[in-house]
């Protein structure tokens, strides 16, 4: 009777040591997993180092997951893997209490790993456009981790967004004046009226010489004039160099090979780009013949192709 009672004590005292320490796995100290941890961040900051292998071993240790999450964190930032630190938005969401916080890690309160998840949701939000979710996080993001939400630039995004909401609200009742006059490089000047003569719109990139985006989307723009012009759309690239305008646009439209597109120049380097609230280039801007504007945006965005739908035009496939 006395070995049952003394048994029983026994088993009762494995089962409350065992649920006291659950990081201990095969005989090894919490201590040891700290060591162990500690290295596996360091591997995870290394680029070229054996991450997977690390990762592996730590499991088979008895890692807690919350631990081995500050690891992938750290490896997706420091190796820029964008699509890698959004795909850990779950497992921030089920994160544990037993995560390291401190000086010197990566994250020094929950508060701030909260503020690092609102982060990741304002670029999930932005993507999705749902402005209305990213501005909440955006909030969010800045109260709980500054850092986080500088380093993701999401105070730019923010504020690229109300400048945009603001000019499209400006733009929605604007009309330009279709007798304005611009040049081309040949020296022929024509009103943007006579212009798009009786195409169904003109579409205007804005670019410069000293725009390396605006250079390397030129292929692109010689394409988009060839299928647009066969739809009844008057496409242009607009140059808004403000000294030597004349022999910087002849200059790379004959080593960009862009005969086949109309050269025109923005009056003093900026006259309707100013009128159209261009604070950014490469810019592309599509009028109807009334002088509605129709698209105010980047030339890769997918609402340029929206736009052009509606007047029954497709654009070409990107190559």
Same mark, same amino acid.
């Given at each position: 009777?006395?070995?049952?009672?003394?048994?029983?004590?026994?088993?009762?005292?494995?089962?409350?040591?065992?649920?006291?320490?659950?990081?201990?796995?095969?005989?090894?100290?919490?201590?040891?997993?700290?060591?162990?941890?500690?290295?596996?961040?360091?591997?995870?900051?290394?680029?070229?180092?054996?991450?997977?292998?690390?990762?592996?071993?730590?499991?088979?240790?008895?890692?807690?997951?919350?631990?081995?999450?500050?690891?992938?964190?750290?490896?997706?930032?420091?190796? !820029?893997?964008?699509?890698?630190?959004? !795909?850990?938005?779950?497992?921030?969401?089920?994160?544990?209490?037993?995560?390291?916080?401190?000086?010197?890690?990566?994250?020094?309160?929950?508060? &701030?790993?909260? !503020?690092?998840?609102?982060?990741?949701?304002?670029?999930?939000?932005?993507?999705?456009?749902?402005?209305?979710?990213?501005?909440?996080?955006?909030?969010?993001?800045?109260?709980?981790?500054?850092?986080?939400? &500088?380093?993701?630039?999401?105070?730019?995004?923010?504020? &690229?967004?109300?400048? #945009?909401?603001?000019?499209?609200?400006?733009?929605?009742?604007?009309?330009?004046?279709?007798?304005?006059?611009?040049?081309?490089?040949?020296?022929?000047?024509?009103?943007?009226?006579?212009?798009?003569?009786?195409?169904?719109?003109?579409?205007?990139?804005?670019?410069?010489?000293?725009?390396?985006?605006?250079?390397?989307?030129?292929?692109?723009?010689?394409?988009?004039?060839?299928?647009?012009?066969? #739809?009844?759309?008057?496409?242009?690239?607009?140059?808004?160099?403000?000294?030597? #305008?004349?022999?910087?646009?002849?200059?790379?439209?004959?080593?960009? &090979?862009?005969?086949?597109?109309?050269?025109?120049?923005?009056?003093?380097?900026?006259?309707?780009?100013?009128?159209?609230?261009?604070?950014?280039?490469?810019?592309?801007?599509?009028?109807?013949?009334?002088?509605?504007?129709?698209?105010?945006?980047?030339?890769?965005?997918?609402?340029?192709?929206?736009?052009?739908?509606?007047?029954?035009?497709?654009?070409?496939?990107?190559?």
């Amino acid at each position: 009777m006395k070995h049952s009672k003394a048994r029983r004590a026994t088993l009762v005292f494995l089962f409350t040591l065992t649920a006291l320490v659950p990081c201990v796995s095969w005989g090894q100290s919490e201590a040891s997993l700290k060591e162990q941890h500690d290295a596996l961040i360091a591997t995870a900051r290394d680029e070229s180092a054996d991450y997977a292998s690390a990762v592996e071993e730590a499991r088979e240790a008895g890692m807690s997951s919350s631990w081995l999450l500050e690891a992938d964190i750290v490896r997706a930032l420091s190796t !820029g893997d964008v699509e890698g630190i959004l !795909g850990l938005l779950p497992r921030l969401d089920a994160v544990g209490d037993d995560f390291r916080y401190g000086v010197g890690r990566e994250f020094i309160s929950a508060q &701030q790993l909260s !503020g690092f998840a609102d982060t990741l949701r304002c670029v999930v939000a932005y993507r999705e456009e749902d402005m209305e979710r990213f501005e909440r996080f955006a909030v969010e993001s800045f109260r709980k981790a500054p850092g986080f939400n &500088q380093a993701f630039g999401i105070g730019n995004l923010l504020s &690229q967004y109300r400048h #945009q909401q603001a000019r499209e609200e400006a733009m929605a009742d604007f009309r330009i004046p279709m007798d304005m006059v611009l040049a081309n490089v040949e020296g022929e000047s024509k009103t943007l009226a006579e212009w798009v003569g009786d195409d169904k719109a003109l579409l205007l990139d804005f670019w410069a010489s000293w725009c390396g985006p605006c250079i390397r989307l030129m292929p692109s723009l010689r394409e988009k004039s060839a299928a647009l012009s066969e #739809q009844g759309i008057f496409v242009a690239g607009v140059n808004t160099d403000e000294s030597e #305008q004349l022999e910087k646009a002849t200059k790379v439209r004959e080593q960009r &090979q862009m005969e086949s597109v109309p050269w025109l120049l923005d009056r003093n380097g900026g006259d309707l780009s100013m009128m159209l609230m261009i604070d950014s280039i490469p810019r592309m801007v599509l009028v109807d013949p009334e002088g509605r504007v129709l698209y105010n945006g980047h030339p890769s965005d997918p609402k340029l192709g929206d736009a052009l739908a509606k007047l029954d035009v497709s654009l070409p496939e990107e190559h």
